[in-house]
T-cell receptor, first 116, second 113 residues
Framework: GAVVSQHPSWVICKSGTSVKIECRSL??????MFWYRQFPKQSLMLMAT?????????EQGVEKDKFLINHASLTLSTLTVTSAHPEDSSFYIC????????????FGPGTRLTVL | KNQVEQSPQSLIILEGKNCTLQ??????????LRWYKQDTGRGPVSLTI?????NTKSNGRYTATLDADTKQSSLHITASQLSDSASYIC????????????FGTGTRLKVLA
């Protein structure tokens, strides 16, 4: 399977600042990348689907201006949490899908965001 | 509505014992069902994947079953180890054909020495 990395693994920031999280597919080109958010003791919630070279598709209730997604290449997608607030504190996980017509996703290790 | 429900919500067992986790789904159309293990503070790792025609799939001490008629799946863990302590998530792929994953609520397993 694909190896997916995320950077940073954890980050602490002040309220009102912006934080960028990177998701990289290390050994395969990913046609699609997904961003999830996971609150304590809850399952993963899909935030957005990102296709290389096109705008991300956001799930209902997810503010696209607050969670900026850039999928500039087939191996890199970034999620920027703008003007972060304490309620944005969560575990953010990305996943990659390697080819169209398949549904297998490979998950990254996650990034723990804490907003003070 | 496409939903995946898991039970129990949490489970505590002694090391060496077996346990079975349950998953019920209402996803239609159905493509496949996966079980993932998620350690605390880590991303999910795939354990098994089953399509409509598969009834059982094993991966070491993990055995998953699927009954597509009743839309139920189970994950059986044999001879549990301390390292099995984690959340186990049932994920169904299907729905509107967009290949989205529909996640279950997860079962948090704690194995005690």
């Amino acid at each position: 399977g694909a190896v997916v990395s995320q950077h940073p693994s954890w980050v602490i920031c002040k309220s009102g600042t912006s934080v960028k999280i990177e998701c990289r597919s290390l050994d395969f080109q990913a046609t699609t990348m997904f961003w999830y958010r996971q609150f304590p003791k809850q399952s993963l919630m899909l935030m957005a689907t990102s296709n290389e070279g096109s705008k991300a598709t956001y799930e209902q209730g997810v503010e696209k201006d607050k969670f900026l997604i850039n999928h500039a290449s087939l191996t890199l997608s970034t999620l920027t949490v703008t003007s972060a607030h304490p309620e944005d504190s969560s575990f953010y996980i990305c996943s990659v899908r390697l080819a169209k017509g398949t549904d297998t996703q490979y998950f990254g290790p996650g990034t723990r965001l804490t907003v003070l | 509505k496409n939903q995946v429900e898991q039970s129990p919500q949490s489970l505590i067992i002694l090391e060496g014992k077996n346990c079975t986790l349950q998953c019920n789904y209402t996803v239609s159309p159905f493509s496949n069902l996966r079980w993932y293990k998620q350690d605390t503070g880590r991303g999910p790792v795939s354990l098994t994947i089953m399509t409509f025609s598969e009834n059982t799939k094993s991966n070491g001490r993990y055995t998953a079953t699927l009954d597509a008629d009743t839309k139920q799946s189970s994950l059986h863990i044999t001879a549990s180890q301390l390292s099995d302590s984690a959340s186990y998530i049932c994920v169904v792929s299907g729905g509107s054909g967009t290949y989205k994953y529909i996640f279950g609520t997860g079962t948090r397993l704690k194995v005690l020495a």
